[in-house]
């Protein structure tokens, strides 16, 4: 069992908005910044997209955003495109000094 | 560019030990903590340890803490996972992976990966 909740699986049309959340508690991301977010296609090895709860790395798309609120945090991809297809991954430091993944998202762009 | 190279992976029986290495270029490696991560075929990410640059401290899932040792060697850009007592749930693809930060610390964020060395212990 993940220690953080993620959706197994969101759907959405080209052109339009999805939100994946990550759910987790006081001692990970209610806590602390170290959000990270990941996209991995089959077979891929997985990409870092969004750091620290909402920044996007180098060559990253200005389509990703991440936020948080209270235990929750959330990657939003907007303008859908069908490469965007695959898992994505939320991360977030643990008080145990652990690194905490969600159990994966998968988006489909239908 | 990144190159991280992954390699030691087998097909072993349980209880049995396995040092997996990992070849980095490209980078600055002894200024960067480095993870392994795995992968158990069709399942998600599970984070498995994590080394400082220095390799002064180091960090461990329960899951395998006590019988994993996570090194590094920074005259060879190499970094070992050393794995013992081996389990069938221990089987998975393990991801080599960098530290996003160029710090003395662990940001808890990776990256750059490498392709993965699959393990199988049955």
């Known amino acids: 069992q993940s220690a953080l909740t993620q959706p197994a699986s969101v759907s959405g049309s080209p052109g339009q908005s999805i939100t994946i959340s990550c759910t987790g508690t006081s001692t990970d991301i209610g806590t602390y910044n170290y959000v990270s977010w990941y996209q991995q296609h089959p077979g891929r090895a997985p990409k870092l997209i969004i750091s620290d709860v909402s920044n996007r790395p180098s060559g990253i798309s200005y389509r990703f955003s991440g936020s948080k609120s209270g235990y929750t945090a959330s990657l939003t991809i907007s303008e859908l495109q069908p490469e965007d297809e695959a898992d994505y991954y939320c991360g977030s430091y643990s008080s145990s000094s652990t690194l905490a993944f969600g159990g994966g998202t998968k988006l489909t762009v239908l | 560019e990144v190159q991280l190279v992954e390699s030691g992976g087998a097909l072993i029986q349980p209880g049995e030990s396995l040092r997996l290495s990992c070849a980095a270029s490209g980078f600055n490696f002894k200024n960067y903590a480095m993870t392994w991560v795995r992968q158990a075929p069709g399942k998600g990410l599970e984070w498995v340890a994590a080394?400082?640059?220095?390799?002064?401290?180091?960090y461990y899932a329960d899951s395998v803490k006590g019988r994993f040792t996570i090194s590094r060697d920074n005259s060879k850009n190499t970094q070992f996972l050393q794995m013992r007592s081996l389990r069938a749930e221990d089987t998975a693809l393990y991801y080599c992976?960098?530290?996003?930060?160029?710090?003395?610390?662990?940001?808890?964020?990776?990256?750059?990966w490498g392709q993965g060395t699959f393990v199988t212990v049955s």
């Open positions: 992976a960098k530290d996003y930060y160029d710090s003395s610390g662990y940001s808890w964020m990776v990256d750059s």
């Open positions: 080394i400082t640059g220095s390799g002064s401290s180091t």
